[in-house]
């Protein structure tokens, strides 16, 4: 067995670039649309060029497709929340619109109109109380999203989004989202909110405002004027997308499989939140695929992340209906997650989630070897993860997981080359590179503390 030998510096820097500049600028890759497919394709084909076809390793690459309830704006007619000038009881008159964003998880998309609308803040600190409201009611909330951690209703935190709607959905019959970026003060542009309940949506509409339409919102609840809530938006019922899978098969049967996973799609071009792991995942695919090594290694790159994960739940069912146990059978699971490559005016350390400390001692000396950069846990290991790397611990699967913070998290501003830094990508994929190599190559029984020796 050949030893670990990694590519040059500019080696990577080179594909790096190139990849995340094309990756970047294919559009908005969101799950199902005509770009996520595209993707889905092109990287398909990037996956392929790696494969030796002198090579004497067993290659399989192909695409897994699923359905969705494809939720459908149309982008030359915006959703609008009219703001109403009540001159007299009879005679409503529009004086302005504002251009907003459906929430991909409610139970309706009706309009509502002539709402009244109230601070949820003032709500949920006993200043308005129920008697006071008057219906139909919309509940406006507003918070910030540092990059550093995550506010009330970050785009990062979408399950808080959910229990809001949840708890509160019988008092108020929708709810407006403002969700402002540290970085980005007052932007006109809309940081999107994962759909976490894609698959189960409930509750009211919920529509997403631009920070710059602050002060507009703040004047109408304190002047007690109505709105109109018009969600324009269709359904595709039968909507497709699909996964990009693959496999490099080991020498050794009995051994059990790696599993290397990445979220492929999300909101807008998403260069550094989902172009790093992509990359990644395409250079330990390289890798791996140039010598043959023990252990089977398996890859995919899963759509539907912005929706629940639904792609990646669709790779676990089709599996388990095979072998119920597919999650624990596997030998580990590294996640490839959201903007561990992202360049930061906080220069935060790399952050990492592992399932053991058997794990997390391996991902620490590999981030020695390569870049010696600082780093810490995102969550306590052992405790539930963020991303995709939940699925697995639901699932009582081994993992590593990679997560990192984004000043520009779900912005159409997260675009090549300004949103990701490139040698801190290097760096990463050298570690991982090696972290895969190594435990493709090896028995549980040869690992050694002297991790240097494998080089």
């Known amino acids: 067995m050949e030893k670990y030998k990694s590519a040059s510096n500019t080696e990577l820097t080179s594909r790096a670039k190139l990849f995340l500049s094309i990756y970047s600028a294919q559009g908005f890759h969101r799950t199902g649309t005509k770009v996520d497919l595209e993707s889905g394709t092109w990287f398909q084909k990037q996956l392929q060029r790696n494969v030796n076809a002198n090579s004497s390793n067993k290659v399989e690459i192909h695409t897994e497709e699923f359905r969705l309830n494809r939720v459908c704006e149309d982008y030359d007619d915006l959703s609008v929340i009219e703001i109403i000038n009540a001159t007299t009881n009879n005679n409503n008159k529009v004086v302005t619109s504002v251009n907003c964003e459906p929430y991909y998880g409610c139970g309706t998309y009706d309009k509502i109109l002539n709402a009244n609308i109230y601070s949820f803040d003032d709500y949920k600190d006993g200043k308005l109380k129920d008697n006071q409201i008057q219906r139909p009611a919309v509940a406006f909330l507003q918070d910030t999203h540092p990059s550093s951690k995550g506010g009330l209703i970050n785009a990062g935190n979408p399950t808080m989004v959910g229990k809001i709607r949840k708890k509160f959905g019988e008092v108020f019959d929708g709810f407006i989202i403002l969700l402002e970026l540290t970085e980005i003060k007052k932007s006109n542009k809309i940081a ?5 309940p894609f698959d189960e949506p409930f509750g009211p509409l ?3 405002v631009p920070p710059s339409s602050l002060s507009m919102f703040s ?17 595709d019922n039968n909507a497709t997308s699909f996964n990009v899978v693959a496999s490099i098969q080991g020498s050794d049967s009995s051994l059990r499989p790696i599993v290397v996973m990445t979220p492929r799609s999300g909101w807008n071009a998403c260069c550094s939140e989902r172009g790093p792991g992509m990359f990644v995942l395409n250079e330990i695919f390289r890798s791996i695929c140039q010598t043959q090594l023990k252990r089977t290694v398996l890859f995919t790159a899963s759509s539907g992340h912005e929706l629940g994960h639904i792609g990646l739940d669709n790779y676990f069912e089709r599996r388990e209906k095979i072998n119920e146990n597919f999650a624990t059978d596997c030998f580990m699971w590294l996640h490839l997650g959201a903007n561990f490559g992202a360049t930061t005016k906080d220069d935060n350390p790399i952050t990492y989630q592992a399932s053991d400390k058997e794990l997390e001692n391996i991902l620490m000396k590999s981030f020695l070897l390569y870049g010696d950069r600082p780093s810490r846990p995102l969550t306590k290991v052992g405790e539930r993860p963020v991303g995709e790397a939940r699925n697995v611990y639901d699932r009582n699967g081994r993992f590593l997981s990679l997560v990192g913070f984004n000043p520009l998290f779900h912005h159409p501003d997260d675009v090549y080359p300004a949103s990701v830094d490139i040698p801190l990508i290097v760096d990463i994929c050298k570690s991982l590179t090696y972290v895969i190599y190594m435990l493709a190559a090896l028995d549980e029984d040869e690992w050694s503390d002297d991790m240097d020796s494998f080089l």
Do not use: E, F, V, W
Not at 192 to 196: E, Q, V
């Open 192 to 196: 999107s909110i994962n759909a976490d």
């Open 206 to 208: 919920t529509l997403q």
């Open 219 to 235: 004047n109408c609840i304190k002047s007690n004027i109505k709105m109109n809530l018009i969600p324009k938006i269709t359904i």
